[in-house]
């Protein structure tokens, strides 16, 4: 389930940022706190981004951004912000975003069930509609408990 990663100490709940950097960097700095990435990630996929774009719009309002283990993944780990006016990210067919889940996978299995749970969840047009309406942790919780 999504709330054996997502918890209340790794949820971002802000009105807006600067831009998608910020976004970013809200994701990571969650996943540096809980000791899952080194301070170097965040720069990994900056880098990535500029190189090929924002490979990690996943659909409409939603990224996830997550750059390879060995840009400085410590364990695997989700964190979830969500920005309530929306963040550009580049993605043409995609923004604004407004849920952003941070990744970070020690390898590319390890994460398996936490993606299948996380895909349950994107093909949820209403529950991905009531996590951008969400006001406080414990609707976001509520919200994703149900994956």
């Known amino acids: 389930m999504l709330t054996d990663w997502i918890n209340d100490a790794n949820i971002t709940l802000v009105n807006q940022v600067n831009n998608w950097q910020s976004a970013v960097e809200l994701a990571v700095?969650?996943?540096?706190?809980?000791?899952?990435v080194e301070s170097r990630y965040l720069q990994a996929i900056y880098a990535m981004h500029e190189q090929?774009?924002?490979?990690?719009?996943?659909?409409?309002?939603?990224?996830?951004?997550?750059?390879?283990?060995?840009?400085?993944?410590?364990?695997?780990?989700?964190?979830?912000?969500?920005?309530?006016?929306?963040?550009?990210?580049?993605?043409?067919?995609?923004?604004?975003?407004?849920?952003?889940?941070?990744?970070?996978?020690?390898d590319s299995n390890s994460h398996i069930e936490m993606i299948a749970s996380l895909s349950q969840f994107f093909c949820d047009e209403e529950a991905v509609k009531n996590l951008k309406l969400a006001i406080d942790k414990q609707q976001v919780l509520d919200i994703i408990g149900q994956f």
């Open 29 to 36: 700095q969650s996943l540096i706190a809980q000791q899952a």
């Open 52 to 106: 090929i774009g924002p490979y990690y719009v996943l659909g409409e309002g939603i990224a996830m951004p997550h750059a390879r283990p060995e840009e400085g993944v410590i364990k695997t780990a989700l964190s979830l912000v969500l920005v309530k006016e929306g963040v550009n990210f580049g993605s043409e067919d995609n923004d604004p975003v407004y849920i952003i889940f941070g990744l970070s996978a020690v």
